[in-house]
């Protein structure tokens, strides 16, 4: 009976080294996690609070939705974008995803060309055929075959 208790007054100080040892890869792994993760969000959340405050008149943007357009008013809370002249459109600032350089859309703008080609039907002088043609072309097509068709007559 002696024994044992001997071994087990012995064994109690390593279990308490150990017990710390185990615990350095955790502390190593939150390290980690530290330096590639949690740092550099609180970065770029720091940078984009920057970039909302600093926002003025005539910065060009793009809002969270996809929408481009020139800053034509700030306030407090909201900002108002032009996305097409004479078209304005009121967002919270926090909704600014990116601040532009000058001259960005001017750069990027659709060319103001005309309508995209449309292949039309080809014109019949039967009734049957003309319905046929009907069910096929849009509306505005439609109106123009039959408008032109009884001008004809």
Do not use: C, H, W
Not at 3 to 17: L, M, V
Not at 46 to 70: A, F, H
């Amino acid at each position: 009976m002696l024994i044992s208790e001997a071994f087990a007054q012995a064994a109690a100080p390593a279990q308490a080294g150990a017990d710390l040892m185990s615990l350095l890869p955790l502390f190593g792994i939150l390290i980690i996690f530290y330096f590639i993760l949690i740092r550099p969000q609180a970065k770029r959340a720091k940078e984009q609070k920057l970039m909302i405050e600093g926002l003025q008149r005539g910065d060009e943007v793009i809002t969270n939705g996809g929408i481009l357009g020139v800053i034509v008013n700030v306030s407090e809370s909201y900002v108002i974008v032009e996305i097409a002249p004479g078209l304005e459109v009121t967002v919270l600032k926090s909704s600014v995803q990116t601040l532009l350089p000058k001259g960005t859309l001017k750069s990027i703008e659709p060319s103001k060309g005309g309508k995209s080609q449309k292949n039309k039907a080809i014109k019949s002088t039967s009734a049957e055929e003309n319905k046929e043609t009907q069910k096929v072309e849009e509306p505005s097509e439609v109106t123009e075959e039959i408008t032109a068709s009884n001008e004809k007559k």
